[in-house]
């Protein structure tokens, strides 16, 4: 059963997962939140510091061995090579997601890129069963009396059973939902610079072979990685939007996230998720 939203004001300890499309204001939301009584876990900081960073390591010295004067200084234990993934800074897990497309311009077989995005997915659910570890640890350990799950934005494919049945008795599921013409920003965004995302393997495959009937393209091999990646943005939009929409009905409450970047403050906030919870 959800709580209610006056349950939600008195309860002591807070917790929120936050869930909707890259870019539609769930960092900002949790920035705005104060960092001395939130607890902040961003479900892609522990994916690539914790379960993505020994690939993403492998990945980058494959690269480097290639290099004879790199490879010599790494085979003598001369250098070594370290991720510095940030909450603010995740771009060693878009370059290792990599996309999709002629390897000459960059782009992955479809093996390797559906090895790594299955490397992806099991980091997620991993990730999101760490939610109540973290909870425990941020108000046993760290003295946080609030708790903000920043999930991303691919969380909407995962089942109940990997993550949604936890995460809806331990959190208050918040859906931020995009209007049109924020969907469209995202999408003009993705646009003028396409970044490496995760996809799913059915969606991609259906994806895939509409592509390259469209472009009377042979095999992905002739695919140029950033014109498939620009494509196919709008498409995934679309197919996780009902997605969303789902998971909000079932588990959660839904925020339209436009009236993010209006509020002020932690009480702004709590009151926005309030109003969302009836």
């Known amino acids: 059963m959800k709580k209610t939203a ?29 960092r001395s009584a939130w607890f902040h876990f961003s479900g892609d900081y522990r994916i690539g510091t914790q379960y993505l960073d020994e690939p993403i390591l ?51 077989t479809v093996e390797e890129f559906k090895r790594r995005q299955g490397l992806f997915r099991a980091a997620e659910v991993r990730a999101m069963a760490d939610v109540p570890m973290f909870m425990e640890k941020a108000r046993n350990i760290y003295g946080y009396s609030h708790f903000v799950n920043d999930a991303g934005g691919s969380i909407c494919t995962l089942s109940d059973e990997e993550c949604w049945s936890a995460l809806s008795r331990k959190t208050i599921v918040l859906y931020l939902h995009a209007s049109d013409d924020m969907e469209h920003t995202l999408v003009q965004r993705a646009q003028h610079k396409p970044k490496p995302i995760f996809y799913g393997e059915r969606f991609l495959d259906n994806q895939l072979a509409v592509y390259l009937e469209e472009n009377a393209l042979r095999s992905t091999d002739e695919i140029v990685p950033d014109e498939f990646a620009q494509w196919i943005f709008p498409r995934l939009i ?39 919870m009836g």
């Open 6 to 34: 006056k349950e939600f004001r008195r309860c002591p300890n807070k917790a929120i997962t936050l869930l909707g499309m890259s870019g539609v204001g769930k960092t900002t939301l949790s920035a705005k939140l104060p």
């Open 238 to 276: 679309g197919y996780r939007k009902p997605h969303y929409e789902l998971l909000a009905e079932q588990y959660g409450h839904v925020i339209e996230a436009e009236r993010i970047f209006d509020m002020r403050d932690e009480k702004d906030i709590i009151d926005l998720v309030c109003e969302s």
């Open 58 to 108: 492998d990945d980058i010295k494959a690269k480097a061995m290639e290099n004879r004067y790199l490879r010599h200084l790494l085979l003598t234990d001369s250098i070594y090579i370290r991720n510095n993934i940030t909450i603010d800074h995740l771009h060693p897990i878009s370059c290792f997601l990599g996309k999709i497309g002629n390897q000459e311009l960059g782009g992955l």
